[in-house]
C-alpha cells in the first residue's frame, strides 16, 4: 500500500473517530479557544451564538480586559454585536488564564500565532506551549482542535506532546481558511 493511502485510511479512521467523540456532545458543549485573536475571537464568537458555553483564553491581559468591556482587537462585520449579545447572555467569556479556562472543557480550539522563522517554516512554539498546558491542566477527556496554521505532520507532534496528559486528548485539525480581502 502506497504512503498515501496509508495516510488517507489514517486520517479518515481519525475523522470517524472524532465524529464519535463528539457525537456524545448533544446539545450545549463547553468550548475553550486559547488565543483570542482574528481567528480564535470569530471561532468563539460563532460557537457561543449557536447556543455552546465558550471561554476565549489569552495570555495578553490587556486584551482580555478590553473583550471584557466589550472593546474588540479586530473588526469582522457583526461581530461586535455577537460578541456583545453572547456575553450578556453568559454564553461567552474571556480570561487572561487559559490554564484554569481549559479545566471542565469538552472542546479546546488552538488558535494561537504560527509565525515564519527565518527559513520560511512555521515557528510552532506557541502551538507546542498550548499543547503542554492543555496535557497538564485538562480535568476530563477532550478533544483538542488545531485551528492555526500548521504544517503536515503537525497533529503527531501534538499527540507526542499530549500523550501523557491524564485524560485522553484527541488531536484534530480544523485550519482556518479566511477569506481572502481584494481592496478596489
Given at each position: 500500500?502506497?504512503?498515501?493511502?496509508?495516510?488517507?485510511?489514517?486520517?479518515?479512521?481519525?475523522?470517524?473517530?472524532?465524529?464519535?467523540?463528539?457525537?456524545?456532545?448533544?446539545?450545549?458543549?463547553?468550548?475553550?479557544?486559547?488565543?483570542?485573536?482574528?481567528?480564535?475571537?470569530v471561532?468563539?464568537?460563532?460557537?457561543?451564538?449557536?447556543?455552546?458555553?465558550?471561554?476565549?483564553?489569552?495570555?495578553?491581559?490587556?486584551?482580555?480586559?478590553?473583550?471584557?468591556?466589550?472593546?474588540?482587537?479586530?473588526?469582522?462585520?457583526?461581530?461586535?454585536?455577537?460578541?456583545?449579545?453572547?456575553?450578556?447572555?453568559?454564553?461567552?467569556t474571556?480570561?487572561?488564564?487559559?490554564?484554569?479556562?481549559?479545566?471542565?472543557?469538552?472542546?479546546?480550539?488552538?488558535?494561537v500565532g504560527?509565525?515564519?522563522?527565518?527559513?520560511?517554516?512555521?515557528?510552532?512554539?506557541?502551538?507546542?506551549?498550548?499543547?503542554?498546558?492543555?496535557?497538564?491542566?485538562?480535568?476530563?477527556?477532550?478533544?483538542?482542535?488545531?485551528?492555526?496554521?500548521?504544517?503536515?505532520?503537525?497533529?503527531?507532534?501534538?499527540?507526542?506532546?499530549v500523550?501523557?496528559?491524564?485524560?485522553?486528548?484527541?488531536?484534530?485539525?480544523?485550519?482556518?481558511?479566511?477569506?481572502?480581502?481584494?481592496?478596489?
Open positions: 500500500m502506497s504512503k498515501g493511502r496509508k495516510s488517507k485510511i489514517k486520517n479518515d479512521a481519525n475523522k470517524i473517530r472524532t465524529h464519535h467523540i463528539l457525537k456524545k456532545y448533544k446539545g450545549i458543549m463547553k468550548i475553550c479557544v486559547v488565543g483570542s485573536g482574528y481567528v480564535g475571537l471561532t468563539g464568537g460563532c460557537f457561543s451564538e449557536i447556543g455552546n458555553h465558550v471561554v476565549c483564553a489569552d495570555l495578553a491581559k490587556d486584551k482580555i480586559d478590553n473583550l471584557n468591556q466589550g472593546i474588540l482587537p479586530i473588526y469582522e462585520p457583526g461581530l461586535e454585536e455577537m460578541v456583545k449579545r453572547n456575553a450578556e447572555k453568559k454564553r461567552l474571556f480570561s487572561a488564564n487559559p490554564s484554569e479556562a481549559v479545566k471542565g472543557v469538552d472542546v479546546i480550539f488552538v488558535a504560527t509565525p515564519s522563522r527565518s527559513d520560511g517554516g512555521a515557528h510552532l512554539g506557541y502551538v507546542d506551549d498550548v499543547a503542554q498546558m492543555v496535557a497538564e491542566n485538562i480535568t476530563k477527556e477532550c478533544v483538542l482542535i488545531l485551528k492555526s496554521t500548521v504544517p503536515v505532520k503537525t497533529n503527531s507532534r501534538i499527540r507526542n506532546i500523550k501523557d496528559a491524564k485524560f485522553k486528548v484527541h488531536v484534530v485539525s480544523n485550519p482556518d481558511r479566511g477569506k481572502t480581502a481584494f481592496g478596489e
